[in-house]
C-alpha cells in the first residue's frame, strides 16, 4: 500500500500552499465574524463586513488561482478535480460568511441573538479543524487516520451548531412578533449554521479524497 | 457489450446490503411522515419526530459505514466515488424528511395542511421506487433498462409533488394572513418537497452509474 | 499537447448540437423573462409564465436526450459524466427562471422592482457568454483561452447580479410594511439572482472540462 501512497506523493507541490492559504482565510474571517456577532451598532457592522468582504475576495483570488494553477500543471498530487472540489469546498465556508455578515448589514435587524456568537465560535472551532486537516494532506502519508479524526470534528462541530439553530429558532418563533424582524433574524442565523454544513462538507470531500488515494 | 458488464459484476458485493438498508429507511422514514402529517396535536408531532430522527442517525451510521467499507476495500462492484454519491443521495432525501418532521416540533404551526399528508404519500411512493431500483441494481445484469424505469418514476412523482406544492402555496398566500404562520407552512411544506426533489437526484445518480457502466 | 488534444477532438459531435439547443432555450427563455419583468398586470404573468414553462419542458426534453444518447453512444467527445454535467448545468439556468416566472404567477405580487427587469437583463447577458462559450467547445481546439474569457464574463455578471438584489434589498426592507408581500418579492427576486449563480455554475463547469481536456 506504502508503494502506491509514494507514487501519489506530490512532486510538483504548488497547490499545497495555496490550499493552506484558503484555509487560513477561513480561519481570519471566522475571527471577524466572532468580533462582528458582539457588536451590534451598524457602523461597526459596516466596518467588520468590510474586511469579511476583503476576505472573501482574497478567497475568491485563491481559488482562482488554484484554477489557474490547474491548468498550466501537468502533473498534480492527486486527480485535478479533486483539488478544484476541495477549493470550491473551501471557498463556500467564507462565502456563507461573507453572505451572512452582508445580510447584517442589509437587514440591519434591531439586535443580533447570542446564539450568533455561538454559532460564529463553532465556525472558529471548524476553521481549526479545517486548518489542521489541510495541513495533513500535504504529507498524505498514512495521516490518513487522523485527516479522518478531524472530518469527524467537523461532523460534531455541524451537529452542536445544528443544535443551536434549533434552540435559537425555537426562541425566535415563541417570542419574536415583528414578523418582518423575525425574517431578517432567521435569515442571518440560517447563513451561519450553512457555514458549518460547508465546513462540514469540506470534510466530505476530504474523506473521498482518502477513499481514492489512501 | 456482455462481457463488459460481466467484468463489473461485483466480486465483493458488500455494498448492495447496506445500500438497501439505506433505501429502506427512506422506506420507514416515509411511513412516519405519513402518520406524522395526520396527528395535529404538539405531543403527537414530538414522538413521530423522535422515531424519524433515530432514522436519520441510522441513515447517518448507515452512511459511515458505506465510507468505512470503501475505505477498507480494495476492489468494489463499480467506482467508490459512485457508491459514495449514492449514498450521499439516499441520505439526503432522509434528511428532508427529518428536517421537516423537526421543523413542525421547532416551530408548532396551528395546524397542517391536507397537502402534507398528500406530499408525504408521494414521498413514500419516491421510497418504492428507490428501493426497486437499488434492487436491481444489485445484480446489474442487462436491468439497466428496469432501473431506468424506476428512474422515470422518480421522476413523475416529483413532478407530482411540484403540482401539489404550487397549489399549496397559491391558497397560501390567498388565504393565511398571520405572515408568522405563513412563514412556518412554508417552510415545513418546502422541506417536504425537498424530500422528493432528493429523491429525484437519487434517479440522476442512477442514470450516470448506468451511463458508465451498463 | 495537441496531438493530445486531437485525440479527443470529438470523432461523434453528436452531443454539440443538443447542448447548443440548451444554450439556446437559456437565450429565449431569458428573453422571455425580461418581458415578464416588465408586464405588471396578472393575465400577461400567466401568458408569459405558460411560454417559459413550454422552454423549461423543452429543457427538460433536451436533458433526457442528452442521457439516451450517452447511453447509446460508445465513443463521446470527452467523459461522459462532463456532458452530464454540464447539461445538468444549463439545466439548472432555466429551471430557475421557470422557478421565479411561477411564482410571480403563484404569489401575484402586487408589483415588481424595476430591478427585476435589470436582473433579467443580465440573465440575457449569462445567456449570450454561455452561447458563446458553448460554441467554442464545439471546437475544443486551442480555444480553450477564449472559454476562459466566456467565463470570466459569467463570473462578472453574477458579480453585477449580486449588487442588484443587494441594493434591492435594502430597499425592500427599509420600504416595504406589508411582510406577506416582503415574503413575496424577496423571494421572485432570489430566484432570478440564483439564475445568475446557475450560470457561473456551468462557468465553472466548463472550467473543469477544460483544466482535464485542454
Known amino acids: 500500500m506504502n508503494s502506491l501512497l509514494n507514487k501519489l506523493v506530490p512532486k510538483e507541490p504548488k497547490f499545497f500552499p495555496v490550499l ?3 484555509a487560513n ?9 466572532i468580533e462582528l456577532s458582539q457588536h451590534s451598532d451598524h457602523e461597526s457592522a459596516i466596518q467588520f463586513y468590510k474586511k ?6 482574497k478567497g475568491d483570488g485563491l481559488l482562482s488561482q488554484v484554477f489557474e494553477d490547474l491548468n498550466s500543471t501537468f502533473i498534480t498530487p492527486f486527480d485535478r478535480e ?3 472540489e476541495l477549493a470550491n469546498g473551501l471557498d463556500d ?11 447584517i448589514v442589509l437587514y440591519n435587524p434591531k439586535q443580533l441573538p447570542e446564539s450568533a456568537m455561538v454559532l460564529a465560535k463553532l465556525i472558529k472551532e471548524a476553521a481549526v479543524s479545517i486548518n489542521n486537516a489541510i495541513d495533513e494532506l500535504d504529507v498524505l502519508k498514512n495521516h490518513s487516520k487522523m ?15 445544528d443544535d443551536v439553530y434549533e434552540e435559537f429558532i425555537i426562541t425566535l418563533f415563541k417570542t419574536e412578533k415583528d414578523s418582518i424582524e ?12 450553512k457555514a458549518t454544513d460547508a465546513a462540514e462538507r469540506v470534510a466530505k470531500i476530504l474523506k473521498t479524497i482518502i477513499v481514492k488515494y489512501a
Open 82 to 84: 479533486d483539488i478544484n
Open 93 to 103: 465556508v467564507i462565502d456563507y460568511m461573507n453572505s451572512c455578515a452582508k445580510r
Open 182 to 193: 423575525l425574517i431578517k433574524l432567521k435569515e442571518v442565523m440560517s447563513e451561519l449554521e
Open 147 to 161: 485527516i479522518k479524526q478531524y472530518c469527524n470534528e467537523l461532523h460534531a462541530i455541524e451537529n452542536k451548531a
Open 52 to 57: 469579511i468582504k476583503e476576505q472573501e475576495k
Open 25 to 33: 482565510v477561513i480561519m481570519v474571517t471566522s475571527d471577524l465574524m
Open 20 to 22: 493552506k492559504e484558503m
